[in-house]
């Protein structure tokens, strides 16, 4: 068996350190450069998910912070309304007529009850004369701070005058809702369907 043996020359030994050089960066790349390439390209897009994903709760913070807020306003006003169960006429009526009862003159017209699904609103016309703005205030207030769910609708507010340019008594006339539900509400004659079904 014949063995070689003969030194490399410089220009073998400088292709043979090249080509360690080369597979050493090839190695570098491939096990050192390109994960942590991908692991900081995963960070990144992990940090902008956590980023929006924190934005997305700042909102909810300060829209809860508002609620907060605005329920704090209500409650803190001393009353909070009530959607009582159908059919609630008697107790609405028996509010009103003891809402009106100190103006001279007033009358209520119902129009027929409406229904959304278990949403029932009870509409109604107004009409009521006063002798003085605070009693319209009051009344006005009074509505919309009711123990039952009202809403006042559009108001039309005027002033009779005489030939002497007195004032005579303030009229009112508006539309308004009481708001009631189905839930633990009893069905009877005067409940349409609801809306949903009727189409």
Do not use: W
């Not at 080509?19 to 450069?33: E, K, M, R």
């Not at 992990?46 to 924190?54: A, C, F, P, Q």
């Not at 609405?92 to 100190?102: K, S, T, Y």
């Not at 509505?143 to 005579?168: F, H, Q, W």
């Amino acid at each position: 068996m014949k063995k070689l043996n003969r030194e490399f020359t410089t220009r073998e030994k400088l292709l043979i350190l090249l080509l360690c050089l080369i597979l050493v960066g090839l190695a570098y790349y491939q096990f050192v450069d390109q994960p942590v390439r991908t692991a900081l390209t995963n960070a990144h897009a992990e940090r902008d998910s956590l980023n929006t994903e924190l934005v997305a709760v700042q909102a909810k913070l300060k829209d809860m912070r508002r609620m907060r807020d605005e329920m704090e306003d209500v409650t803190g006003g001393g009353t909070v309304s009530e959607m009582k169960s159908y059919n609630n006429s008697k107790p609405e009526i028996a509010l009103l007529n003891d809402i009106l009862r100190d103006t001279p003159e007033y009358s209520i017209t119902f129009a027929n009850v409406t229904r959304d699904g278990d949403q029932i609103r009870r509409n109604f016309s107004l009409r009521f004369t006063a002798d003085s703005y605070k009693t319209v205030q009051r009344v006005i207030k009074q509505l919309t701070n009711s123990p039952y769910r009202c809403l006042v609708g559009d108001l039309k507010i005027s002033v009779a005058r005489d030939g002497t340019m007195e004032e005579g008594p303030i009229s009112v006339n508006g539309t308004a809702t009481f708001f009631e539900t189905m839930v633990g509400g009893t069905v009877d004659a005067g409940l349409p369907a609801t809306s949903a079904a009727a189409k």
